[in-house]
């Protein structure tokens, strides 16, 4: 029977169709364009069902990967509009079964079985055994860990996105002071997210002295990468440099020596750049344990479907 999966963000929400965990059939509809899944889940139900026409089976079973912290009944997406209630969504989509994951929790289960061809490393490829983490600069931060056990590959969601910023010089530390002005509490997505990259770059011209106007995250990305401007090309520098430190923070709390993965729509963008940027670098630099560090891989996921894959991993988990 087929399963409806869907990873719901703060911008877009991706649904597919798996059956026995393959995914297809994925459209990606804006979230701001309907009131909240109901009414997006329908959305995508009815145009599958006008693709398929007789062959469409309208799924009993459902995992949702939503872009919060899950706890209890009511759900508020902390980048969007959208209020639910889980068990009426269930009734109203007519489900079964309805799962709901923290979105880094699904893209955690989806480590496993993510294939070369969905990665770029630096260097060797993770290897997916142990502990494993993931590190998403999307609308907001993501953090998240996946460790093989008895019962199969068990994710570890949190809110590590929120967790204090560490700088790691002088440079770094005027960017927090001035970030400071206006935010009691400089957490890692502060600066490391779709939503954080304007504010870098508010920080960087501050500190440098120089004027510029406010500019959205697409845009920030356009200019850093064309090199027509030198503020925003800098921003990106140091962004990368800051997610670095970041991950190798993360790889340390988790134990996750199998390998360290980063997801999310920001720096599938940046390419050449991100290799070339001090991120493996600052990862590693962690004093007396960097040696520690050194041998743990880390990898960009170029698939931004990969998601689902993890959303219909644990339908299957929850079957058995």
Not at 23 to 44: F, I, M
Not at 288 to 293: K, T
Request: aromatic content about 6%.
């Amino acid at each position: 029977m087929p399963c409806l999966v869907a990873d719901i963000g703060g911008s877009n929400a991706r649904f597919g169709c798996a059956v026995a965990g393959r995914v297809s059939h994925v459209r990606t509809l804006a979230v701001a364009a309907y009131g909240g899944p109901v009414e997006a889940a329908q959305a995508y139900l009815q145009a599958l069902a006008a693709e398929l026409g007789p062959a469409f089976i309208r799924p009993r079973q459902a995992a949702f990967a939503v872009a919060t912290a899950l706890a209890g009944d009511e759900i508020d997406l902390i980048n969007s509009s959208w209020r639910f209630s889980r068990s009426e969504v269930q009734r109203q989509l007519g489900l079964d079964l309805l799962l709901m994951l923290n979105d880094f929790e699904a893209l955690a289960l989806s480590l496993p079985g993510l294939q070369p061809s969905q990665l770029r490393a630096h260097g060797a490829l993770p290897n997916p055994a142990g502990m494993l983490a993931v590190i998403g600069p999307g609308t907001g931060l993501g953090v998240a860990g996946v460790i093989r056990t008895s019962q199969g590959w068990l994710a570890l969601p949190g809110e590590g996105g929120h967790a204090s910023l560490a700088p790691a010089d002088d440079f770094e530390s005027a960017l927090l002071a001035h970030v400071r002005k206006t935010h009691a509490h400089v957490s890692a997505e502060r600066l490391l997210s779709g939503i954080g990259l304007p504010v870098l770059h508010g920080a960087l011209v501050a500190v440098l002295g120089h004027a510029s106007a406010s500019m959205s995250s697409e845009r920030i990305v356009e200019l850093g990468l064309s090199g027509a401007d030198a503020a925003c090309s800098r921003t990106l520098d140091v962004f990368c440099a800051l997610l670095g430190g970041f991950a190798g923070s993360v790889a340390l709390t988790l134990g996750a020596r199998g390998g360290v993965y980063i997801g999310g729509g920001i720096v599938p963008r940046l390419g050449d750049r991100f290799f070339a940027s001090a991120f493996r670098q600052r990862f590693e630099a962690k004093g007396r344990l960097s040696p520690y560090l050194q041998e743990i891989p880390t990898a960009l996921i170029t698939d931004t479907l990969a998601a689902l894959g993890g959303a219909a991993l644990a339908v299957q988990q929850h079957r058995l």
